[in-house]
C-alpha cells in the first residue's frame, strides 16, 4: 500500500525538524530556490550564523530565525506560537510582525509552530491558545520580534549599501537609502540578516502606533484562500507512508473496561480487518482503510466490565444510575456556606438593614463542545526511536510530555506537529480520557507501522469532557428605594480546573465561580462563594468557561433584583456603575446600538409581541454588554436581534473582532435555548447532532455588533462577547411571559405566555 500523500513531503509543509545539509540543499532546490539563496530562519538556514549561535539563550518569543524564514520573493513565513482555528490568529500574528518587520500581511504564509521553549510567549512562560489570550498576550512580544527582524535587515542593508544604519529606512518589503535611491528586498538581504546579533528584546525601538499600516485595520484573513480551496490540513486529512487506520468502540460509561469479544472471530474476519485489540475502556480494529475498521469495530460484542473498588477510587467513574435530572436536584439542595471566593462590605449587615430580600436557585446544563472536526490521532515511530504525531491540540508543550510518557520515550523525542483546528472552543487541551493519542501510540507501537486513530461523532460524544453544570443560590437585599445593598451567590460546582488538577477543599476554582466574582456593579455588601460537587462525568473548558453560565446567574438575578425594587434594569445597571466611565459608556453604546432601550413588551410592526432584556459580563480582561429583542411563536422563544458591542482596550484586527462577536452571539443563543448533554442510566442520551443540535439558520438572530476601542489593556476578542447573550435572552423572556427563567436551555421551558 501507498497512500503517501505528497504534501507531507512538501517543503513548504512545516515538519519542525532540523535537516542536514544535503537535505537542505534539496529542499531549496525543490523550493525553485538556487542553492546560494539567502533564506532566514527555521528549517532552512544552510550554514551556521550568529543568530542561530545565540538562540540557546534568549527568552521565549525573541529568537527571530525560530519564527520567520525569508524568501527570495520576498514571502515570509511566520511559525505562529498559537493555533488557527477559525478564529483568525494566524492574521493577527501576520498584522503585529508585520507591523514592526515592515512586511504587509498578505505577504506572510502562517504555519503553527512546533513544540518548543522558543514558543512559550505566553506571559514568557506558557503557550496555550485558549482563554482568549493569543494577541494580548503576546503582543509587546510578538512586536518586538518583528522590530528585531527588521533591525536584521538594516544592519545587513548597512553593510551591502556601504551606508551608515541611519541612513537607512524600510518601506515594506524592503530596505531604502534615499540618499542614493538604491533599495534592497528583504529576500535579498535574508542570508546576510542571518548573520548580525538579534536584538535583545529591550533594545528595539517600537513603532508609535499613530504610524501604524496595519495593526487596527480590518486586513484580510491569510488562512481564507486555504479553506476556501479545501487545501488547509486538518489532523484527519495527514497522511504517511504505510499508515494504516484505527477505529474504536468506547465503553459505554467512564470507567468500563472491555472484557471478552464474544464474535471476536468474526470480527477478525471482515473485509479488510487487519487486527484487533483492546485499549484502555475501548477497543480498536485496525485496517488499510478507515470504513472497514469502523464497520469492523461496531460489530464488536464486548463484555464491559465494571472496575474494582480500588480502581473506582483512582479513576472517574460513572455510575449505572447516574441522570443529569437527579444530579441537577442534587446540586440545587446542596447545603452550606461554601468556601469564600469573594466577599465585601458586611453580607450581615447587608440583609439585616434590607427593606426588601429576594432569593433564587438558578441552573445550568452540561454542554458538548460539538466542534465540526472529529478528533484524530496519527502516531509514527520512527527508526532513530523518535515519535512524530499529528493531533489537534491547543497547547503542544504539555502534550509533548503526556505523549512522551505514554510512549515510554524522552519528550524531546517526541515531534508534535499541530495542524490547523476544526474549530475547538476548549475541546483540544490534555483532558484524561479525551483524547485519542494514548491509544495511536498503544496501536502503533503494537502493530509497528504508522497508525491514525478517528473517532467517529458516535465515539467522540461518550468521550467529550463536558462544561460543568452548576446551581447557584442567590440572596439579594433591596433598600427602600430599590436599590441592591447586598448579595450573596453559592455555587454548587465543579470547576473545570479543579477536575483536571485535583481538589483543595481549601481553595476555589476561580473558574467555577468567575462571572459571579468581578462584578463591577456598586452593591456594598457582597459574598460569592463555592460548594464543591464533584461530577462523574469528564470536566472541560467550554467557550468563555465560567463566565458561560455564570453571568446568566448573575445577570438573570440581577433582573429579578430590579423587579423586586420596581427598577429598570437598563437604569439599574446605570446606577450601579456610576462613576465608572468605560462601563457607563459600554452601556449606552448598546443600548444606542439597539435604536434606544426599551424594555417592553411592545408590539412590532409585523404584529408579534416583543420585549427586550440586557446583560453585561466582563470576561478575560475585556467588558461587554448585549440586548436581545425577542417574541414567542408558538410555545418557541424566538431571538430576532442581538446588539452586542465589545470593548476589548485597543485592537488588532475589527473585522476579525467582529466576526467573533457574531459567532459568540450565536452560539450564545445556541447555548441558552437549545443545547444540552443528558444522561439516563449512566449514559449520554444524545450520540450525534440528530440528538444535540446546534442553532440553525432558521432560528439564528439577527447580530449587530460593535467595537468600542477605549484605550483600556487589551482583553481577549473570542469568548467576552458570548456571556452577555444567555442572560440577555432570558431576562427577554420574562419580560415577555412573566416568569422568571432560571435554567437553560430555554427550550425546554414550559412558556405560559407571551
Same mark, same amino acid.
Given at each position: 500500500?501507498?497512500?503517501?500523500?505528497?504534501?507531507?513531503s512538501?517543503?513548504?509543509?512545516p515538519?519542525?525538524?532540523?535537516?542536514?545539509?544535503?537535505?537542505?540543499?534539496?529542499?531549496?532546490?525543490?523550493?525553485g530556490?538556487t542553492?546560494?539563496?539567502?533564506?532566514?530562519g527555521?528549517?532552512l538556514?544552510v550554514?551556521?550564523?550568529?543568530?542561530?549561535?545565540?538562540a540557546?539563550?534568549m527568552?521565549?518569543?525573541?529568537?527571530?530565525?525560530?519564527?520567520l524564514e525569508?524568501?527570495?520573493?520576498g514571502k515570509?513565513?511566520?511559525?505562529?506560537?498559537?493555533?488557527?482555528?477559525g478564529?483568525?490568529?494566524?492574521?493577527a500574528m501576520?498584522?503585529?510582525?508585520?507591523?514592526?518587520?515592515?512586511?504587509?500581511?498578505?505577504?506572510f504564509?502562517?504555519?503553527?509552530?512546533?513544540a518548543?521553549?522558543?514558543?512559550?510567549?505566553?506571559?514568557?512562560k506558557?503557550?496555550?491558545?485558549?482563554?482568549s489570550?493569543?494577541?494580548?498576550?503576546?503582543?509587546d512580544?510578538m512586536?518586538?520580534?518583528?522590530?528585531?527582524?527588521?533591525q536584521?535587515?538594516?544592519?545587513?542593508?548597512?553593510?551591502?549599501?556601504?551606508?551608515p544604519?541611519?541612513?537607512?529606512?524600510t518601506?515594506?518589503?524592503?530596505?531604502v537609502?534615499k540618499?542614493?535611491?538604491?533599495?534592497?528586498g528583504?529576500?535579498?538581504?535574508?542570508?546576510?540578516a542571518?548573520?548580525?546579533?538579534?536584538?535583545?528584546?529591550?533594545?528595539?525601538?517600537?513603532?508609535?502606533p499613530?504610524?501604524?499600516?496595519?495593526?487596527?485595520?480590518?486586513?484580510?484573513?491569510?488562512?481564507?484562500?486555504e479553506?476556501?480551496?479545501g487545501k488547509?490540513?486538518?489532523?484527519m486529512?495527514?497522511?504517511?507512508?504505510?499508515m494504516l487506520?484505527?477505529?474504536?468502540?468506547?465503553?459505554?460509561?467512564?470507567?468500563?473496561?472491555p472484557?471478552?469479544?464474544?464474535n471476536l472471530?468474526?470480527?477478525?474476519?471482515?473485509?479488510g480487518v487487519?487486527?484487533?485489540?483492546?485499549?484502555?475502556?475501548a477497543?480498536?480494529?485496525?485496517?488499510?482503510?478507515?470504513?472497514?475498521?469502523?464497520?469492523?469495530?461496531?460489530?464488536?460484542?464486548?463484555?464491559?466490565?465494571?472496575?474494582?473498588?480500588?480502581?473506582?477510587?483512582?479513576?472517574?467513574?460513572?455510575?449505572?444510575?447516574?441522570?443529569?435530572?437527579?444530579f441537577?436536584?442534587q446540586?440545587?439542595?446542596?447545603?452550606?456556606?461554601?468556601?469564600?471566593?469573594?466577599s465585601?462590605?458586611?453580607?450581615?449587615?447587608?440583609?439585616?438593614?434590607?427593606?426588601k430580600?429576594?432569593?433564587?436557585?438558578?441552573?445550568s446544563?452540561?454542554?458538548?463542545?460539538?466542534?465540526?472536526?472529529?478528533?484524530s490521532?496519527?502516531?509514527r515511530?520512527?527508526?532513530?526511536g523518535?515519535?512524530?504525531?499529528?493531533?489537534?491540540n491547543?497547547?503542544?508543550?504539555?502534550?509533548?510530555?503526556?505523549?512522551?510518557?505514554?510512549?515510554?520515550i524522552?519528550?524531546?523525542?517526541?515531534k508534535?506537529?499541530?495542524?490547523?483546528?476544526?474549530?475547538?472552543?476548549g475541546?483540544?487541551?490534555?483532558?484524561?480520557?479525551?483524547?485519542?493519542f494514548?491509544?495511536a501510540?498503544?496501536?502503533?507501537?503494537e502493530?509497528?507501522?504508522?497508525i491514525k486513530?478517528?473517532w467517529?461523532?458516535?465515539?467522540?460524544?461518550?468521550r467529550?469532557?463536558?462544561?460543568p453544570?452548576?446551581?447557584?443560590?442567590?440572596?439579594?437585599?433591596?433598600?427602600?428605594?430599590?436599590?441592591p445593598?447586598?448579595?450573596?451567590?453559592?455555587?454548587?460546582?465543579?470547576g473545570?480546573?479543579?477536575a483536571?488538577?485535583?481538589h483543595n477543599?481549601?481553595?476555589?476554582d476561580?473558574?467555577?465561580v468567575?462571572?459571579?466574582?468581578?462584578?463591577?456593579?456598586?452593591?456594598?455588601?457582597?459574598r460569592?462563594?463555592?460548594?464543591?460537587?464533584e461530577?462523574p462525568t469528564?470536566?472541560?473548558?467550554?467557550?468563555s468557561?465560567g463566565?458561560?453560565?455564570?453571568?446568566f446567574?448573575?445577570e438573570?438575578f440581577l433582573?429579578?433584583?430590579?423587579?423586586?425594587?420596581?427598577?429598570?434594569?437598563?437604569e439599574?445597571?446605570?446606577?450601579?456603575?456610576?462613576?465608572?466611565?468605560?462601563?457607563?459608556?459600554?452601556?449606552?453604546?448598546?443600548?444606542?446600538?439597539?435604536?434606544?432601550?426599551?424594555?417592553?413588551?411592545?408590539?412590532?410592526?409585523?404584529?408579534?409581541?416583543?420585549?427586550?432584556?440586557?446583560?453585561?459580563a466582563?470576561?478575560? /480582561?475585556?467588558?461587554?454588554?448585549?440586548?436581545?429583542?425577542?417574541?414567542?411563536q408558538? /410555545?418557541q422563544i424566538?431571538?430576532?436581534?442581538?446588539w452586542?458591542?465589545?470593548?476589548?482596550g485597543?485592537?488588532?484586527n475589527?473585522?476579525?473582532?467582529k466576526a467573533?462577536?457574531?459567532?459568540?452571539a450565536?452560539?450564545?443563543?445556541?447555548?441558552?435555548?437549545?443545547e444540552?448533554?443528558?444522561?439516563?442510566?449512566?449514559?449520554p442520551?444524545?450520540?450525534?447532532f440528530?440528538y444535540?443540535?446546534?442553532?440553525?439558520g432558521?432560528r439564528?438572530?439577527?447580530?449587530?455588533?460593535?467595537?468600542i476601542?477605549?484605550?483600556?489593556?487589551?482583553?481577549g476578542?473570542?469568548?467576552?462577547?458570548?456571556?452577555a447573550?444567555?442572560?440577555?435572552?432570558?431576562?427577554?423572556v420574562?419580560?415577555?411571559t412573566?416568569?422568571r427563567?432560571?435554567?437553560?436551555p430555554m427550550?425546554k421551558?414550559?412558556?405560559?405566555?407571551g
Amino acid at each position: 500500500m501507498n497512500d503517501h500523500d505528497p504534501k507531507i513531503s512538501d517543503p513548504g509543509y512545516p515538519t519542525g525538524a532540523p535537516e542536514n545539509v544535503s537535505r537542505r540543499r534539496f529542499l531549496l532546490a525543490s523550493a525553485g530556490i538556487t542553492a546560494g539563496s539567502l533564506v532566514l530562519g527555521f528549517g532552512l538556514s544552510v550554514a551556521p550564523n550568529k543568530a542561530a549561535a545565540a538562540a540557546k539563550d534568549m527568552p521565549p518569543g525573541s529568537n527571530v530565525p525560530a519564527f520567520l524564514e525569508l524568501r527570495p520573493d520576498g514571502k515570509v513565513r511566520l511559525l505562529s506560537p498559537f493555533n488557527e482555528g477559525g478564529q483568525g490568529v494566524f492574521t493577527a500574528m501576520a498584522q503585529i510582525v508585520g507591523e514592526e518587520m515592515d512586511v504587509a500581511p498578505d505577504s506572510f504564509i502562517v504555519e503553527n509552530a512546533p513544540a518548543g521553549s522558543d514558543y512559550l510567549v505566553v506571559y514568557g512562560k506558557m503557550r496555550i491558545t485558549g482563554g482568549s489570550m493569543s494577541v494580548r498576550t503576546s503582543y509587546d512580544t510578538m512586536r518586538k520580534l518583528g522590530a528585531a527582524a527588521r533591525q536584521m535587515m538594516l544592519e545587513a542593508a548597512a553593510k551591502k549599501l556601504d551606508a551608515p544604519v541611519s541612513d537607512l529606512s524600510t518601506e515594506p518589503g524592503k530596505v531604502v537609502h534615499k540618499a542614493s535611491g538604491k533599495s534592497l528586498g528583504y529576500g535579498e538581504l535574508a542570508g546576510d540578516a542571518l548573520d548580525q546579533e538579534v536584538p535583545s528584546p529591550d533594545t528595539v525601538t517600537l513603532k508609535d502606533p499613530k504610524d501604524f499600516k496595519w495593526i487596527g485595520e480590518p486586513v484580510k484573513r491569510v488562512d481564507v484562500y486555504e479553506k476556501s480551496t479545501g487545501k488547509a490540513m486538518y489532523a484527519m486529512d495527514v497522511k504517511v507512508d504505510g499508515m494504516l487506520h484505527a477505529a474504536v468502540q468506547h465503553a459505554p460509561r467512564l470507567g468500563l473496561k472491555p472484557g471478552d469479544i464474544s464474535n471476536l472471530d468474526e470480527v477478525k474476519g471482515m473485509t479488510g480487518v487487519m487486527s484487533v485489540h483492546k485499549l484502555d475502556g475501548a477497543v480498536a480494529v485496525v485496517a488499510e482503510r478507515f470504513w472497514d475498521a469502523k464497520t469492523a469495530v461496531e460489530a464488536a460484542k464486548v463484555d464491559w466490565q465494571e472496575p474494582s473498588e480500588e480502581e473506582k477510587s483512582k479513576i472517574r467513574y460513572m455510575p449505572a444510575d447516574f441522570s443529569t435530572e437527579d444530579f441537577a436536584k442534587q446540586l440545587a439542595n446542596t447545603k452550606g456556606d461554601g468556601t469564600e471566593a469573594e466577599s465585601e462590605g458586611d453580607i450581615t449587615s447587608g440583609f439585616d438593614g434590607a427593606a426588601k430580600t429576594v432569593d433564587a436557585t438558578y441552573q445550568s446544563q452540561y454542554l458538548h463542545h460539538a466542534q465540526i472536526e472529529p478528533a484524530s490521532t496519527l502516531a509514527r515511530f520512527n527508526e532513530d526511536g523518535t515519535l512524530d504525531i499529528w493531533l489537534p491540540n491547543q497547547a503542544p508543550e504539555q502534550f509533548q510530555a503526556q505523549i512522551a510518557d505514554a510512549a515510554g520515550i524522552k519528550p524531546e523525542q517526541v515531534k508534535v506537529n499541530s495542524p490547523m483546528l476544526g474549530g475547538f472552543f476548549g475541546r483540544h487541551f490534555l483532558y484524561p480520557a479525551a483524547n485519542p493519542f494514548p491509544q495511536a501510540v498503544q496501536l502503533a507501537k503494537e502493530v509497528g507501522k504508522p497508525i491514525k486513530v478517528i473517532w467517529t461523532r458516535e465515539q467522540e460524544f461518550l468521550r467529550d469532557p463536558l462544561r460543568p453544570m452548576a446551581a447557584v443560590r442567590f440572596r439579594g437585599a433591596l433598600d427602600e428605594q430599590g436599590m441592591p445593598v447586598a448579595l450573596e451567590a453559592i455555587s454548587a460546582c465543579e470547576g473545570p480546573t479543579e477536575a483536571l488538577n485535583g481538589h483543595n477543599p481549601d481553595k476555589v476554582d476561580a473558574m467555577a465561580v468567575e462571572g459571579l466574582t468581578g462584578k463591577s456593579y456598586a452593591i456594598p455588601n457582597r459574598r460569592i462563594a463555592q460548594n464543591f460537587v464533584e461530577n462523574p462525568t469528564s470536566l472541560a473548558y467550554w467557550r468563555s468557561v465560567g463566565h458561560s453560565m455564570n453571568d446568566f446567574f448573575y445577570e438573570a438575578f440581577l433582573d429579578e433584583m430590579a423587579d423586586a425594587g420596581g427598577q429598570d434594569p437598563y437604569e439599574l445597571r446605570m446606577k450601579l456603575l456610576e462613576g465608572n466611565e468605560r462601563l457607563t459608556n459600554l452601556l449606552k453604546a448598546v443600548g444606542d446600538l439597539s435604536g434606544g432601550w426599551k424594555r417592553g413588551p411592545f408590539d412590532a410592526e409585523e404584529g408579534t409581541r416583543r420585549a427586550r432584556g440586557v446583560a453585561m459580563a466582563s470576561p478575560f /480582561g475585556s467588558e461587554a454588554a448585549a440586548i436581545a429583542e425577542v417574541s414567542i411563536q408558538d /410555545g418557541q422563544i424566538v431571538v430576532h436581534d442581538i446588539w452586542d458591542v465589545l470593548d476589548p482596550g485597543s485592537i488588532v484586527n475589527p473585522a476579525i473582532i467582529k466576526a467573533q462577536i457574531m459567532g459568540a452571539a450565536t452560539l450564545g443563543t445556541s447555548e441558552a435555548l437549545i443545547e444540552e448533554v443528558a444522561y439516563k442510566n449512566g449514559e449520554p442520551t444524545a450520540r450525534n447532532f440528530d440528538y444535540y443540535p446546534i442553532l440553525g439558520g432558521a432560528r439564528a438572530p439577527r447580530i449587530h455588533a460593535k467595537v468600542i476601542e477605549s484605550g483600556a489593556k487589551m482583553g481577549g476578542v473570542g469568548e467576552p462577547p458570548l456571556p452577555a447573550v444567555p442572560p440577555a435572552i432570558a431576562n427577554a423572556v420574562s419580560v415577555l411571559t412573566g416568569q422568571r427563567v432560571r435554567s437553560m436551555p430555554m427550550d425546554k421551558l414550559d412558556l405560559k405566555k407571551g
